[in-house]
């Protein structure tokens, strides 16, 4: 059974930071990613890394405020976010791809075949 279980959202304050951890198991993933939906918005991907841990794409509004990371041991990839700002507000998805993505695949939520149930971080102004 595959599983994906994310944990550390919660209520912070504009320009706080909080760390995301998302647990993986039954699969071995080639490509990860932390996908966020805001209320009445689409998924978008906002990093993703690959197996090597090498961080792969950064959705351009969060750049130099949040980092995605990875540990193959604990079969694990966690979201640092810092700087968190209103529009950060937002349920939080784990998401894993048995494939390599690249280009505009990896920023699309479609290619990730795997996901968790999401974790809502609301950032207060």
């Known amino acids: 059974q595959v599983q994906l279980v994310e944990s550390g959202g919660g209520l912070v304050q504009a320009g706080d930071s909080l760390r995301l951890s998302c647990a993986a198991s039954?699969?071995?993933?080639?490509?990860m990613a932390w996908v966020r939906q805001a209320p009445g918005q689409e998924r978008d991907v906002v990093g993703a890394?690959?197996?090597?841990?090498?961080?792969?794409y950064y959705v351009d509004d969060v750049k130099g405020r949040f980092t995605i990371s990875g540990d193959n041991a604990k079969n694990s990839v966690y979201l640092q976010m810092s700087g968190l700002k209103p529009e950060d507000t937002a349920v939080y998805y784990c998401a894993g791809s048995e494939s390599a993505l690249y280009g505009s695949a990896i920023s699309n939520p479609t290619f990730f075949e795997y996901w968790g149930q999401g974790t809502q971080v609301t950032v207060s102004s």
């Open positions: 039954g699969r071995t993933f080639i490509t």
């Open positions: 890394i690959n197996s090597r841990g090498e961080s792969a």
